[in-house]
């Protein structure tokens, strides 16, 4: 089960989209956020919970662990995001307008935008990140901050 603040967040969300943050954190084992997240991980891994990423994810996470030479670390990145637990989606022709609209609409940056494009596409519940420049879209998905999470605790 998640945590009580997330679960009370999540509740009737069972397709969620997971922003590169939420996969950091729960990869690298933070302390801060592990009560939220690995509740959260056991539903997606358990089957209760759909979950979706994006290649824009699979980009960004690989990027620190490369640039020290830490190939254990990335090559658990990529066996998370690429073992069948997540959706991981590619950037095609729908995703791509669909990021043009958003970026134009809500002027976050276009890492950002493909990201809640994606989720509009998995046709998510929620959009999990800690990032509150993407609570602009808020009209478009749910967006649930970490951060807020952890205050609820």
Not at 13 to 34: G, M, S
Not at 43 to 54: L, Q
Request: charged share 25%; hydrophobic share 45%.
């Amino acid at each position: 089960m998640a945590s009580p603040s997330l679960k009370n967040s999540l509740a009737g969300k069972n397709r969620i989209f997971l922003d590169t943050v939420a996969i950091i954190y729960y990869i690298e084992d933070n302390p801060k956020y592990r009560p939220i997240l690995d509740p959260l991980f056991e539903t997606i891994e358990s089957g209760i919970r759909k979950a979706a990423s994006s290649y824009i994810t699979l980009v960004e996470v690989l990027i620190k662990p490369l640039r020290l030479k830490n190939t254990l670390l990335a090559q658990t990145y990529k066996d998370t995001l690429l073992a069948g637990g997540l959706n991981i989606e590619a950037i095609e022709k729908n995703i791509a307008v669909l990021t043009a609209e958003i970026r134009a609409q809500y002027n976050i940056r276009v890492p950002d935008a493909i990201q809640v494009a994606h989720a509009i596409m998995f046709n998510s519940d929620a959009f999990v990140t800690n990032d509150r420049k993407i609570q602009a879209v808020h009209d478009r998905i749910p967006v649930i901050i970490l951060d807020d999470e952890l205050e609820k605790l």
